[in-house]
C-alpha cells in the first residue's frame, strides 16, 4: 500500500538532488519581547533580514526601543514597530497579545525577557522569589502560551522560541532565584511543544545562552569574572548576540522539523567547566608562567 502522505513529486526533486532550503520569513509578522536588549536586538535583526516584520515589545525604555526599531529599518528594511507592555503584568501581557492579533499575518514570537535575579542566599524570601519568577518564568510561558493560541484559532502553523538560560540547564551555586525560574520555563516550553504540536505544526523551542557579550552577562564579562574559562581553554571565547540570534533565526524558519526542545548555546562551557585548569591550554599557560 502507497502512503497517501509522501509526496511523490518531491521524491523526484531530491533524486536529482534539488533540496529546498528556503528560510524566508517574508509575509510573516514576529513579536519579539524584549526586542531592544543586548539579545532581543540581534534577534530582531536576524529575522528582518530574513524577511520578517517585527513587533518589538518593551517594558520601560521607550527611547531605546524607538532608537533600535530606526536603525534595524534603516538596515534591513522591511517594518519593525514598538509596543510598550511590562510582560510581568496581565495588562502588558494583554497590550502584546492584541498587537499581536492586530497583525493579519502574524506568525510566532521570540520572548527575551528575563532577570538575572542576582540575590544572595540569606536575603532569598518570598517576595523576591516571586518577583524572579513572574520575570523568568510566568511572564514569559503565559505569554507564549497566548501566542501559540492565537496560532491554533487561526490555523496558523508557526513557531515559539523561548529564551532560558544554561544555569536553567546545568546547576550554577548561588544563582537559586534565577536557575529556578529559568529551569522551570524550559521544562514549560516541552510542555507547550506537545500540547500545540502535531497537526497544527506551531512549533516551541527553547535557546539557553551561556556567556554572552551582551545582556546580562555582559558586566561580569568586563570585570574579568569569566576571563578564566577562556585562559584555561574551557571555552574558545565568550558567545556574542550573533550566536543566539543564529540560532533563533533557525528555529523560527517556516519549514523547520524542530520542536520541544532546549539549544544549550554556551560553547561547551556546561560541558567543560569541570576541566578547568585541567586542559592542555592550561597546562601549556602553567608551565610559561612557571
Known amino acids: 500500500m502507497t502512503s497517501k502522505y509522501l509526496n511523490e513529486e518531491r521524491q523526484q526533486r531530491l533524486s536529482r538532488h534539488e533540496y529546498d532550503f528556503d528560510d524566508s520569513l517574508a509575509g510573516r509578522t514576529v513579536l519579539v519581547a524584549g526586542g531592544s536588549g543586548g539579545l532581543g536586538a540581534a534577534i530582531c535583526a536576524r529575522l528582518m533580514r530574513d524577511g520578517a516584520g517585527i513587533i518589538l515589545g518593551y517594558a520601560s525604555d521607550g527611547q531605546r526601543a524607538e532608537a533600535t526599531a530606526v536603525a534595524l529599518r534603516a538596515r534591513y528594511g522591511g517594518e519593525a514597530r514598538v509596543a510598550e507592555a511590562d510582560i510581568c503584568t496581565d495588562a502588558g501581557r494583554e497590550r502584546l497579545v492584541s498587537a499581536a492579533e492586530a497583525a493579519p499575518d502574524f506568525y510566532g514570537v521570540v520572548v527575551c525577557v528575563g532577570d538575572p535575579a542576582r540575590v544572595r542566599p540569606e536575603e532569598l524570601g518570598l517576595a523576591t522569589l516571586e518577583s524572579a519568577l513572574r520575570a523568568n518564568y510566568s511572564g514569559p510561558i503565559l505569554l507564549a502560551r497566548a501566542c501559540a493560541e492565537i496560532l491554533a484559532e487561526r ?54 545562552p551561556g556567556v554572552n557579550e551582551a545582556g546580562m552577562a555582559l558586566a561580569s564579562i568586563r570585570g574579568g569574572k569569566y576571563d578564566p574559562f577562556v585562559a584555561d581553554g574551557v571555552i574558545p571565547r565568550f558567545g556574542r548576540p550573533e550566536d543566539v540570534a543564529r540560532c533563533v533565526g533557525f528555529l523560527m524558519a517556516p519549514d523547520n522539523y524542530v520542536t520541544g526542545q532546549v539549544l544549550l548555546v554556551d560553547g561547551g562551557l556546561t560541558l567543560r567547566r569541570g576541566v578547568a585548569g585541567r586542559t592542555p591550554a592550561a597546562e601549556s599557560r602553567k608551565d610559561t608562567e612557571g
Open 155 to 208: 490555523r496558523v502553523p508557526g513557531a515559539v522560541v523561548l529564551l532560558s538560560s544554561m544555569q536553567g540547564v546545568a546547576a550554577f551555586p548561588g544563582s537559586l532565584a534565577y536557575s529556578g525560574p529559568k529551569a522551570a520555563l524550559a521544562h514549560a516550553g516541552r510542555i507547550l511543544a506537545q500540547e500545540y504540536g502535531g497537526a497544527a505544526n506551531i512549533r516551541v523551542n527553547v535557546v539557553a
